[in-house]
């Protein structure tokens, strides 16, 4: 059994991004990503800070603005647009999840698509489902990222992906099928799950259920990529699968932490670098036109 080391993929990911960033400096441009916080959840607290370090590690300029708990929609919608329209701000990034008073929705689709470094907006995500992909979610692209640097074979596959989140669990499964695998989305209403599961060469967990995910539920020398981010009875961070049990049966297997985290956020700051290239690309268009 060999661990993923997504920590290390991705710091090496990021000296390349560090690389592509000088390289735009050096032509008096830098990637900016704007990070909207609302609130005080403690984990977002958390990300948001991670996210801001990487930023700074490979010179992509990022601020965070923090807006209180009970910010109107209006008002959200209104910081949006502001920024929408600042060309300085190639990435914006609203952190999930909101207060409830704010319709999710409403305010993922006030991104600007080009912007929009999560994927999360419909234009993306129809993007991705035509299979003309242009920002795509950053868990699911870290995932395929990792399957890619271990030459895990896909075509021809049976994954199965337990998740059925528009931000992790269907990009997922797109990805896949992309990849010529042959793809199940399982979810909290399936039936016999760890009878699916066990069919699984490539099984991709997102179900938010601290060790929920046993040996019983692995198909022996299945490569097992675990997305949850929970805490255990000890507060200690875990997957949603049991690590110590299934890495026994799976060939392949990613840690938490240090698995499929550090490529989210890297694939995060890739597609901000990526949208900056591209609003250069534009602007030089534009002024050809
Ligand atoms: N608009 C939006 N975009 C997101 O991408 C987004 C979001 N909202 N809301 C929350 C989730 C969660 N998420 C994580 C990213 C990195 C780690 C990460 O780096 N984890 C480290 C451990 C971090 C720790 O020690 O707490 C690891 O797995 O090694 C975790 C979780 C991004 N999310």
């Known amino acids: 059994m060999t661990i993923i080391d997504g920590k290390m993929l991705a710091e090496k990911m990021q000296a390349d991004l560090k690389l592509k960033v000088a390289r735009l400096q050096s032509q008096g441009i830098v990637p900016g990503l704007l990070v909207i916080l609302v609130g005080e959840d403690n984990a977002s607290q958390i990300y948001v800070r991670n996210k801001a370090r990487v930023a700074d590690k490979i010179g992509i300029r990022s601020e965070t603005l923090r807006l209180a708990e009970n910010v109107s929609e209006q008002e ?4 949006i647009e502001k920024y929408n329209k600042d060309d300085n701000w190639h990435g914006i990034l609203v952190q999930l999840p ?6 999710e929705g409403r305010i993922l689709h006030a991104i600007d698509p080009k912007k929009d470094v999560d994927g999360f907006h419909s ?10 992909p ?5 868990t699911p692209a870290g995932i395929v990222e990792m399957l890619r640097a271990y030459n895990v074979e896909l075509s021809g596959k049976r994954a199965v992906v337990v998740g059925r989140s528009n931000i992790v669990g269907k990009p997922m499964a797109m990805m896949l099928l992309a990849e010529n695998a042959t ?3 399982a979810h909290s209403k399936t039936e016999n799950l760890a009878t699916l599961t066990k069919e699984a060469d490539v099984l991709v967990v997102a179900i938010g259920r601290a060790n929920f995910v046993t040996a019983d539920f692995i198909k022996s020398g299945a490569v097992v990529i675990d997305v949850g981010m929970n805490r255990d009875e000890n507060g200690k ?3 949603d699968v049991k690590f110590d049990e299934v890495s026994e049966v799976a060939s392949l297997i990613t840690p938490v932490p240090g698995g499929v ?4 956020i890297t694939m995060l700051m890739e597609q901000t670098v990526e ?11 534009d002024r050809r036109k």
């Open 134 to 138: 242009a920002m795509v979610p950053s």
């Open 98 to 103: 909101l207060p409830n008073h704010i319709n």
């Open 76 to 79: 959200l919608l209104n910081v």
């Open 183 to 185: 793809v199940t989305i």
């Open 261 to 264: 985290g550090p490529m989210t």
């Open 237 to 239: 961070l875990c997957g």
């Open 123 to 132: 234009y993306n995500m129809g993007r991705l489902m035509a299979g003309n």
């Open 275 to 285: 949208a900056c290239m591209k609003s250069i690309n534009n602007m030089t268009d």
